[in-house]
T-cell receptor, first 115, second 114 residues
């Protein structure tokens, strides 16, 4: 079974430029999560999707961040414009459902460096 | 609100020695508890989880954890570590509200020395 796929794995951009990250969850998983992981910290939830609906985006900085999950499968997270403080690892995870008991499966992440 | 505190940022240990990684949580509702491991440049992988029942939970790679409700702790243990166990370990909590939201601790770096 293929795991959660993310691309690109690494991205270096200059500040004020736009950037996008892509995630393909495990087949059949209805719930998709985007997490932000700063250096030396645990992941923090940015947004959670149940199928194509964003059901928890309270931690997403909506002035510069946006996300979509068309057709309830893969998802894209965008930052425009990027700031120096956005340098971090962006993790995507998926689970079969959104119950608190469900195991979340994580992708390898995209490491963003903003210069 | 829920929170997780991992009491040690780094734990150095020699190969084949036992190890304990400490985790305390705070919550006003019933919780589910998780330990994840993150190897360099990889995503997080579930080691084990406590949902209910027996307070001693066994996971992959010889790890186990014990849920202690009175001390609000969920410490991770392994009786004999290997070099390959060198990684970052995260404790996480989710609540019984069924939102699927995980709250992670700051992580503990386990450094296994030969």
């Amino acid at each position: 079974e293929a795991g959660v796929v993310q691309s690109p794995r690494y991205k270096i951009i200059e500040k004020k430029q736009p950037v996008a990250f892509w995630c393909n969850p495990i087949s059949g998983h209805n719930t998709l999560y985007w997490y932000l992981q700063n250096l030396g910290q645990g992941p923090e939830l940015l947004i959670r999707y149940e199928n194509e609906e964003a059901v928890d985006d309270s931690q997403l900085p909506k002035d510069r961040f946006s996300a979509e999950r068309l057709k309830g499968v893969d998802s894209t997270l965008k930052i425009q414009p990027a700031e120096l403080g956005d340098s971090a690892v962006y993790l995507c995870a998926s689970s079969f459902d959104s119950y608190s008991t469900d195991t979340q499966y994580f992708g390898p992440g995209t490491r963003l460096t903003v210069l | 609100a829920q929170s997780v505190t991992q009491l040690d940022s780094q734990v150095p240990v020699f190969e084949e020695a036992p190890v304990e990684l400490r985790c305390n949580y705070s919550s006003s509702v019933s919780v589910y508890l998780f330990w994840y491991v993150q190897y360099p440049n990889q995503g997080l992988q579930l080691l084990l989880k406590y949902l209910s029942g027996s307070t001693l939970v066994k996971g992959i790679n010889g790890f186990e954890a014990e849920f202690n409700k009175s001390q609000t702790s969920f410490h991770l243990r392994k009786p004999s570590v290997h070099i390959s166990d060198t990684a970052e370990y995260f404790c996480a909590v989710s609540g019984s509200s069924n939102t699927g939201k995980l709250i992670f601790g700051q992580g503990t770096t386990l450094q296994v020395k030969p």
